[in-house]
Structure formats: structure tokens, C-alpha cells
């Protein structure tokens, strides 16, 4: 029973309370998942997922599972998708996201358990029960919990192995096989989601070294034995954790050694590059500011996890430097390492949730140890209130948003008021489940439905290919939604340009339902009646330019927020020859959408039609610095120049 740190006396009321609060996640976390929808990484993952099974299941005959040239899923070992994928295919579940969610919030409620287990063995039961309230009133954090099956299971390999780590190295000299096996299961899991999960062997080996170093024996020949045994304990465990970590890898059972080298640099330098909205403004993924990550751990960690850690310093006086400089290094390292490697991140701190719980850790264990500290128990009431009402705004938005909790900013930041339309607040697609939902019960029980077609930003055949097999879907990004034949629309606010967003344009008169969160949308169901737009579109693609003018007219004067009708009108007025016209178009496109790179271009080609080569040029060069992936405005840069050389011949 642990002693309090005040009084020396052993606390059973805090030993209860944090049993209890250990064992809650484990009923809370599937309940909440079960309402949860289908991220943006599941479809492909669960792919993914049948691809394995496949390999397996032929033994390697099937190799759909190694080669993706376009996800790259053969770098990932993806366990817990696998696991999943395994368990609907057992015992033939209708619903293989329900399984996946409910699997993953147990993985979420154990890491809860293991964090709260290592703020106990830092500073007390009162530490921990701290930190498991932390923990899940962190909505960031908990909202991963229910369908993020990669950062998830890797925060619980990571929290794992490091929570043995430092059972181990307390109890050196003694070399403890228990905690050696603790270090294995963790480390060879966190593997087996992610091969970053071996950055935990320079971890292990540099602490235990150094330990080691401060433990060993006195005399020379013991401390020979002892180097030795310790040397050989450390090299099973981690051989043990590097076969744990690939069994289940296809790519990595291939060459476990090559393949693991490879696939670390991927994961550090990833290839797949996404639009982000970063500080009201849009950069690709790898071109993000260096404070990316820093700045949102401090944008979206709760205020009062943020002041604990402040508070955490006399931790270094009771667990000794080594230990304190042990959780230090496995909160902070990865954050500068990735910060010194310019990696590719995004959505949020998402790939950096692995070292969430060890900054909890540091701040709950820092807030108690300020409390024991104080012995008037006026004061110490007064943390417990401070505390609690610290929790209470958490609280209430996660009670409020669910199952779109995850979107959250703290009181310092200013709340989702001050960060919409100024950084990505739905990107995993949270809220396309609610407003799917909505829409199955409010419009699709309806006789006919299954004549319609429904649009989204996101690949809807998961949501609908069972349950619906006869509507039709559509795939269109929110920019191009007018080109397409479409009923209903469930379009999430995901990458889009910040001006139409903090100006509340992106509402259009077609909304009938939104999904919000602080009484911001999240996701629009759009009801779309009139489609002169889709016509209109049709008419261009088939060179009637003087009807699809006239009908893109019509459209602009009766829903003037119809990017698709502007361009459109744009481009038919230029082909009939009136650059004036199309320049007019393009221009109130800007005007309703500011970021618009087609706008740019269509302006662009005007300019060269008039030979205006010097407005080409000097446009062509905005377009380029605001999208370099944008291929006409490398195209465009050259032709303008090329014009400009050519007169000044």
C-alpha cells in the first residue's frame, strides 16, 4: 500500500479510488466508440487489413499486402487493424468498424490504466488518480481513443515498455525478469503498429546503462557478472520485442532488417503530403513551421495540464535526476526530433499522441506533490477545487460534442471560436458519422430513397455499401461539388481554404443540417433541388458555351456561392472570346473564394489571350508561391516568360 508522502501513513481511500478509476475507462471507452464514426484513415487501413489476412491465409502467395504504391500501408505492421480484421472474419461481425472501434477504446482505456499506473509509481495513488482524470478529460486524446488504430495502440506499446523500464531500473542490480518481459510486450507492440516503436531500444539501453553504472557492484569481478547478465538480458528482450514487432508484417518478415531500416525513414520523412490549414493560412504538410507540433500540443492540452507542468520540478528531488530525466526525455525527445528532422506531420498532434500521456504523467504528479506539500487544509481544499474546475470546461465539451470531441482548443487558446477557419479542426472525418446518421433517419427511411445519390468529401461506400446497397455515392471535393450529379451532400470541413470559413460562407442555401461543435460546423447536409449548375457543366464539356453561359448566369444571380457556376461562367465566356467577361467571373470567384487556385489560372490564360504578359507573369508567380504542387502554375509561369523573352526579341 503506498505511503503518503505528507504523513507517512499508508492511504487506502486513494488506493480504491484509483482501482476504480483504473477499471471505469475499460466500460466507458466501448460504450462512447460505439457512436463513433469511420475516420479518414480506416477504409484504406482496413483494406489493408484483408490484405494481410490474405498473405497469411495463402502463404505468401498473395502479395496485394507488400505492394502500395499508392497508400505505402506495406511499411505499417498495423497490428491492432489486423487483429480486428481477424476477429470480424472469425466470428463474421456485420459491423467491422464497430469491432475496430470497440477494440481500439479497450487498447485507449489501457493505456489510461498504464499512464495512471506510472504516475502512482512516481508520486503516489494520489498522482495517479490525477492523471487518469486527465487522461480522459483530455478531449483530444479520448476522442483518438475510439477510432485512431494507429496512434492509439502506439501510445500504449510506448507507455508500456518505458512503465517496466523504470520498474527495472529501480530495481537494479537486481536484474528482474518480470519487468524485462513488461519492456518486451510493450516495445514488440508498439512495433508491430509502427516501426517507429524502436526508438525504444536506444531508450531502454542508454538508461540502463547508466543506471547500471550508478548500481553496479563494488567489486570488480561482481561487477563483470553482473555487466554481463545484464547485457544478455537486455539483448534477448529486445531480440524478443524485434520478433514480437514483425510476425505479423508482411514487408517486414520479407528482410526484417533492411525492411525496418527503410520503413523508419519513410515514417520519419513521410511521403504523403496534405493540405493543412496552419495560423488562417494553407501550407502542404512538409512545408509546415517548425513549432507545428509544439504550438498544438499547447493549443489543445487543457489549461490545467498545461500549469501542472509547471508545478512538476520537485519530482526531480524525489525520484532522483535519472528517473525524473527519464519521463522528461520521453515526453520531449520525440517532439525535438521530429521538429530537427523537418518530418511530415499532420492533423493536429496526431502523430505525436505517444507522448501525451507522459506530459500528463509530469503534470498530475506535479499537482499532487504541490498539494501534499501545502499542510493547511483550507489550502489543500483549494487545489481540489482549483482542479476541479479546471476539468469542468473539458468535461462539458466532451459531454456536449460527442462523439466529435476530438475538436477541441483550450480557454487559452480561445476555444474552437478563435482557432475555426484558422487551423484544421475536423480532419479525420469525425463528424460525417453523426451527419450520416442524421440523414439515415430523418431522409433515407423515406419511401424512394434508394434512387438517390449522396455526395461527400469523404468515400461514403463504407457507411452505405451494406446497409444501402442500392444508393449511389459520389466522391467529389467541396470546390467541384457542382460538376457532379447528386441529391443530398455530407461534406466535412476538412482542407478547406481559411477566407470561406472565417467569413461563414461555408453555409450554403442548400444546407438543411450541420454537425457542430461549439456552434461551429463541422459537417454540412446540403438538400440540392436546382441542378442548372450540373447542367451547366455538362453543356461546357460538350462546347456549348453559349448555354452553359447563359445557364451559369441564371445560377450566379440565384446562389451567388457557387464556385463551381463562376468558374464555369469563366471559362464559356472565354471561349466565346470575351476575356472581359471571364475576367469579371473569375474575379467574384475571389472574391467568394480567395484561395482559389482555378480562379489564378483561368485570370492567367486571359492575360496571355490579351498578351498582358507581364499580369500573367506577376499572377502566375502568386499562384506558384500559394501552391507549388499546382501544376498549371508551373506550366503558366513558363509560358508567360516565354512570351515576355519572345517580345523583348
Same mark, same amino acid.
Given at each position: 500500500?503506498?505511503?503518503?508522502?505528507?504523513?507517512?501513513?499508508?492511504?487506502?481511500?486513494?488506493?480504491?479510488?484509483?482501482?476504480?478509476?483504473?477499471?471505469?475507462?475499460?466500460?466507458?471507452?466501448?460504450?462512447?466508440?460505439?457512436?463513433?464514426?469511420?475516420?479518414?484513415?480506416?477504409?484504406?487501413?482496413?483494406?489493408?487489413?484483408?490484405?494481410?489476412?490474405?498473405?497469411?491465409?495463402?502463404?505468401?502467395?498473395?502479395?496485394?499486402?507488400?505492394?502500395?504504391?499508392?497508400?505505402?500501408?506495406?511499411?505499417?505492421?498495423?497490428?491492432?487493424?489486423?487483429?480486428?480484421?481477424?476477429?470480424?472474419?472469425?466470428?463474421?461481425?456485420?459491423?467491422?468498424?464497430?469491432?475496430?472501434?470497440?477494440?481500439?477504446?479497450?487498447?485507449?482505456?489501457?493505456?489510461?490504466?498504464?499512464?495512471?499506473?506510472?504516475?502512482?509509481?512516481?508520486?503516489?495513488?494520489?498522482?495517479?488518480?490525477?492523471?487518469?482524470?486527465?487522461?480522459?478529460?483530455?478531449?483530444?486524446?479520448?476522442?483518438?481513443?475510439?477510432?485512431?488504430?494507429?496512434?492509439?495502440?502506439?501510445?500504449?506499446?510506448?507507455?508500456?515498455?518505458?512503465?517496466?523500464?523504470?520498474?527495472?531500473?529501480?530495481?537494479?542490480?537486481?536484474?528482474?525478469?518480470?519487468?524485462?518481459?513488461?519492456?518486451?510486450?510493450?516495445?514488440?507492440?508498439?512495433?508491430?503498429?509502427?516501426?517507429?516503436?524502436?526508438?525504444?531500444?536506444?531508450?531502454?539501453?542508454?538508461?540502463?546503462?547508466?543506471?547500471?553504472?550508478?548500481?553496479?557492484?563494488?567489486?570488480?569481478?561482481?561487477?563483470?557478472?553482473?555487466?554481463?547478465?545484464?547485457?544478455?538480458?537486455?539483448?534477448?528482450?529486445?531480440?524478443?520485442?524485434?520478433?514480437?514487432?514483425?510476425?505479423?508484417?508482411?514487408?517486414?518478415?520479407?528482410?526484417?532488417?533492411?525492411?525496418?531500416?527503410?520503413?523508419?525513414?519513410?515514417?520519419?520523412?513521410?511521403?504523403?503530403?496534405?493540405?493543412?490549414?496552419?495560423?488562417?493560412?494553407?501550407?502542404?504538410?512538409?512545408?509546415?513551421?517548425?513549432?507545428?507540433?509544439?504550438?498544438?500540443?499547447?493549443?489543445?492540452?487543457?489549461?490545467?495540464?498545461?500549469?501542472?507542468?509547471?508545478?512538476?520540478?520537485?519530482?526531480?528531488?524525489?525520484?532522483?535526476?535519472?528517473?525524473?530525466?527519464?519521463?522528461?526525455?520521453?515526453?520531449?525527445?520525440?517532439?525535438?526530433?521530429?521538429?530537427?528532422?523537418?518530418?511530415?506531420?499532420?492533423?493536429?498532434?496526431?502523430?505525436?499522441?505517444?507522448?501525451?500521456?507522459?506530459?500528463?504523467?509530469?503534470?498530475?504528479?506535479?499537482?499532487?506533490?504541490?498539494?501534499?506539500?501545502?499542510?493547511?487544509?483550507?489550502?489543500?481544499?483549494?487545489?481540489?477545487?482549483?482542479?476541479?474546475?479546471?476539468?469542468?470546461?473539458?468535461?462539458?465539451?466532451?459531454?456536449?460534442?460527442?462523439?466529435?470531441?476530438?475538436?477541441?482548443?483550450?480557454?487559452?487558446?480561445?476555444?474552437?471560436?478563435?482557432?475555426?477557419?484558422?487551423?484544421?479542426?475536423?480532419?479525420?472525418?469525425?463528424?460525417?458519422?453523426?451527419?450520416?446518421?442524421?440523414?439515415?433517419?430523418?431522409?433515407?427511411?423515406?419511401?424512394?430513397?434508394?434512387?438517390?445519390?449522396?455526395?461527400?468529401?469523404?468515400?461514403?461506400?463504407?457507411?452505405?455499401?451494406?446497409?444501402?446497397?442500392?444508393?449511389?455515392?459520389?466522391?467529389?471535393?467541396?470546390?467541384?461539388?457542382?460538376?457532379?450529379?447528386?441529391?443530398?451532400?455530407?461534406?466535412?470541413?476538412?482542407?478547406?481554404?481559411?477566407?470561406?470559413?472565417?467569413?461563414?460562407?461555408?453555409?450554403?442555401?442548400?444546407?438543411?443540417?450541420?454537425?457542430?461543435?461549439?456552434?461551429?460546423?463541422?459537417?454540412?447536409?446540403?438538400?440540392?433541388?436546382?441542378?442548372?449548375?450540373?447542367?451547366?457543366?455538362?453543356?461546357?464539356?460538350?462546347?456549348?458555351?453559349?448555354?452553359?453561359?447563359?445557364?451559369?448566369?441564371?445560377?450566379?444571380?440565384?446562389?451567388?456561392?457557387?464556385?463551381?457556376?463562376?468558374?464555369?461562367?469563366?471559362?464559356?465566356?472565354?471561349?466565346?472570346?470575351?476575356? =472581359?467577361?471571364?475576367? !469579371?467571373? %473569375?474575379?467574384? $470567384?475571389? *472574391?467568394?473564394? #480567395?484561395?482559389?487556385? &482555378? @480562379?489564378?489560372? /483561368?485570370?492567367?490564360?486571359?492575360?496571355?489571350?490579351?498578351?498582358?504578359? =507581364?499580369?500573367?507573369? !506577376?499572377? %502566375?508567380?502568386? $499562384?506558384? *508561391?500559394?501552391? #507549388?504542387?499546382?501544376? &498549371? @502554375?508551373?506550366? /503558366?509561369?513558363?509560358?508567360?516568360?516565354?512570351?515576355?523573352?519572345?517580345?523583348?526579341?
Amino acid at each position: 500500500m503506498e505511503k503518503d508522502v505528507a504523513t507517512g501513513n499508508s492511504n487506502r481511500k486513494r488506493h480504491w479510488i484509483f482501482t476504480i478509476l483504473c477499471c471505469l475507462p475499460f466500460v466507458l471507452l466501448p460504450l462512447l466508440s460505439l457512436d463513433t464514426g469511420i475516420s479518414g484513415d480506416e477504409p484504406v487501413h482496413y483494406l489493408q487489413a484483408e490484405n494481410v489476412y490474405n498473405f497469411f491465409a495463402t502463404r505468401g502467395k498473395d502479395t496485394s499486402s507488400i505492394y502500395t504504391p499508392l497508400t505505402y500501408l506495406k511499411y505499417y505492421g498495423q497490428s491492432i487493424d489486423n487483429f480486428s480484421y481477424l476477429i470480424n472474419k472469425t466470428f463474421r461481425f456485420r459491423e467491422p468498424y464497430l469491432t475496430r472501434h470497440v477494440i481500439n477504446s479497450l487498447a485507449g482505456a489501457l493505456t489510461i490504466a498504464f499512464t495512471g499506473l506510472l504516475a502512482t509509481e512516481i508520486a503516489g495513488y494520489g498522482a495517479g488518480i490525477l492523471a487518469i482524470l486527465f487522461l480522459l478529460l483530455s478531449p483530444v486524446f479520448l476522442g483518438h481513443t475510439f477510432n485512431n488504430l494507429k496512434d492509439i495502440p502506439f501510445a500504449l506499446g510506448y507507455i508500456v515498455a518505458i512503465f517496466y523500464l523504470l520498474k527495472f531500473l529501480r530495481r537494479l542490480p537486481v536484474i528482474h525478469i518480470g519487468y524485462l518481459a513488461g519492456m518486451a510486450a510493450g516495445m514488440g507492440f508498439a512495433i508491430s503498429v509502427r516501426v517507429g516503436g524502436l526508438v525504444i531500444i536506444p531508450i531502454i539501453l542508454a538508461f540502463s546503462a547508466i543506471q547500471a553504472w550508478i548500481k553496479q557492484p563494488l567489486e570488480n569481478k561482481a561487477k563483470s557478472k553482473f555487466a554481463i547478465r545484464l547485457s544478455l538480458s537486455l539483448l534477448i528482450t529486445i531480440l524478443l520485442a524485434c520478433i514480437l514487432g514483425v510476425v505479423n508484417w508482411p514487408y517486414g518478415l520479407q528482410n526484417p532488417i533492411r525492411h525496418s531500416i527503410e520503413s523508419l525513414n519513410q515514417m520519419t520523412h513521410y511521403m504523403v503530403s496534405i493540405r493543412q490549414l496552419f495560423e488562417g493560412k494553407l501550407f502542404w504538410s512538409e512545408n509546415l513551421p517548425w513549432y507545428y507540433a509544439p504550438k498544438y500540443f499547447l493549443l489543445t492540452s487543457p489549461a490545467i495540464i498545461l500549469t501542472g507542468l509547471l508545478l512538476c520540478w520537485p519530482l526531480l528531488k524525489k525520484q532522483g535526476s535519472l528517473l525524473f530525466f527519464l519521463l522528461v526525455f520521453c515526453a520531449l525527445f520525440p517532439l525535438f526530433w521530429v521538429i530537427i528532422r523537418h518530418s511530415n506531420l499532420y492533423g493536429n498532434i496526431r502523430h505525436l499522441l505517444f507522448i501525451y500521456p507522459f506530459l500528463v504523467v509530469l503534470s498530475a504528479s506535479g499537482w499532487y506533490l504541490i498539494y501534499l506539500r501545502l499542510k493547511k487544509p483550507s489550502f489543500r481544499w483549494g487545489i481540489v477545487v482549483f482542479l476541479a474546475l479546471g476539468l469542468t470546461g473539458p468535461l462539458v465539451h466532451i459531454v456536449k460534442n460527442h462523439p466529435v470531441e476530438y475538436v477541441y482548443f483550450n480557454r487559452i487558446s480561445g476555444g474552437v471560436s478563435r482557432a475555426y477557419g484558422r487551423y484544421e479542426t475536423d480532419y479525420y472525418f469525425n463528424s460525417l458519422g453523426p451527419g450520416v446518421k442524421w440523414l439515415d433517419k430523418e431522409i433515407l427511411t423515406k419511401p424512394g430513397a434508394d434512387t438517390l445519390i449522396i455526395a461527400s468529401n469523404f468515400p461514403l461506400e463504407p457507411f452505405f455499401e451494406k446497409s444501402f446497397p442500392k444508393i449511389k455515392t459520389v466522391y467529389t471535393n467541396w470546390y467541384e461539388r457542382g460538376r457532379y450529379n447528386w441529391d443530398y451532400g455530407l461534406f466535412v470541413n476538412a482542407y478547406l481554404g481559411p477566407s470561406g470559413l472565417q467569413r461563414k460562407l461555408w453555409q450554403p442555401a442548400q444546407t438543411i443540417h450541420s454537425i457542430n461543435v461549439e456552434g461551429y460546423p463541422m459537417c454540412l447536409v446540403l438538400h440540392r433541388e436546382d441542378k442548372r449548375d450540373l447542367k451547366g457543366y455538362q453543356l461546357f464539356t460538350t462546347g456549348q458555351y453559349i448555354e452553359s453561359a447563359s445557364i451559369f448566369k441564371d445560377v450566379t444571380r440565384d446562389d451567388p456561392g457557387n464556385e463551381t457556376a463562376w468558374l464555369y461562367l469563366g471559362w464559356s465566356l472565354r471561349k466565346m472570346h470575351d476575356p =472581359d467577361g471571364s475576367d !469579371q467571373a %473569375a474575379n467574384q $470567384l475571389l *472574391r467568394i473564394h #480567395p484561395e482559389s487556385e &482555378p @480562379a489564378r489560372e /483561368l485570370m492567367i490564360w486571359n492575360y496571355l489571350d490579351s498578351k498582358r504578359f =507581364d499580369q500573367a507573369l !506577376q499572377l %502566375a508567380d502568386e $499562384l506558384y *508561391r500559394l501552391n #507549388p504542387k499546382y501544376l &498549371p @502554375a508551373i506550366t /503558366l509561369r513558363a509560358a508567360a516568360r516565354d512570351s515576355i523573352a519572345a517580345l523583348a526579341r
